[in-house]
């Protein structure tokens, strides 16, 4: 019996990623030892059957806490914001589960150790989404003086969610969690904590982000114990891009001392000409490698 799972969820448009995730985790042998497991949020017959034979469950994602079909437009993705903080009741049988987002996917095995390791004892295993190289972290508009508006991405999703500014000013500056990438064991409180403060979020907020903030809000407001892990364990290109190794033939951080890019993740997309990488694999961007050279390359997973 398999004790570790990996979960992802797409719809139709996002199943080539998804399934580029699938065949990035497959060619590892250690895969061998877990499941994959797949939420479909309108995938088509003939999607899901092809993905039969290469996952272990596939099973629908709901609307695991009711939200107003005026906010949903027939978005049937964005249950994604909802059912990934319901894993282990939509698959019981496993002991720790890892979510990646289907527009990420695995360059090293290492990192899926690390965070199936990160959730021991109860504990979330999560990147934030700040390092080396990151310029901007949070957004203020200057009014005169020493006056500002806080735009960072925490505090505004949390005063349209109406959380309370109490609550809004403890997230405004702290370092933005991605929960695209996330490892928690079955019995571990934090599904509890973070289901409780999605409730909360989807009240009044967007539900694209209210997953984010929720869990933002276990870490920094309701102090739910947590492991950090590297910046490269859930590179998000859209932030920094990486290098290219091209004597290894990987994805490298672009700072010293150049570690291996663990997970890809493209989160907001890869944008050239007006299309974007994830929709469009024959966006090619330049890429600097370890040499100091300039080639073009896409971030896409290539078998």
Partial sequence: MKKNVIVSLADANYFPLLEELVNSIKRFRESENLAICILDA????EQREKLSSRVDEIKPA????EVSPFKVREKEWLKSQVSRAFLPKYFPSYEKYLWIDCDAWVNDWQ??????KACDNGKLGITQTIGPGYK???????LFGKLAIIKSQNFKHAVKSKIGYDK??????????????FSLEKNSEGWT????????TLKAGNIFGSEGLAINMS?????????????NCNWITSNLLPKYDEKQKTFVEPYLPNYKIGIMHLAAGIWKDGKDMRVDKSVKIELETLDNRKITKSLRFEN
Avoid: C, M
Wanted: charged share 20%.
């Fill in 42 to 45: 309108g995938l088509s017959q």
């Fill in 62 to 65: 709901k609307w695991d806490i």
């Fill in 111 to 116: 990192t899926i150790e690390l965070y199936f």
């Fill in 136 to 142: 901007i972290t949070s957004k203020v508009n200057w």
């Fill in 168 to 181: 809004a000013r403890k997230l405004a500056f702290a370092p933005h969690i991605n929960i695209g990438v």
């Fill in 193 to 200: 904590i973070w289901q409780d403060n999605l409730t909360k």
């Fill in 219 to 231: 870490v920094y407001i309701d102090n739910l114990e947590t492991e950090f892990l590297p910046l």
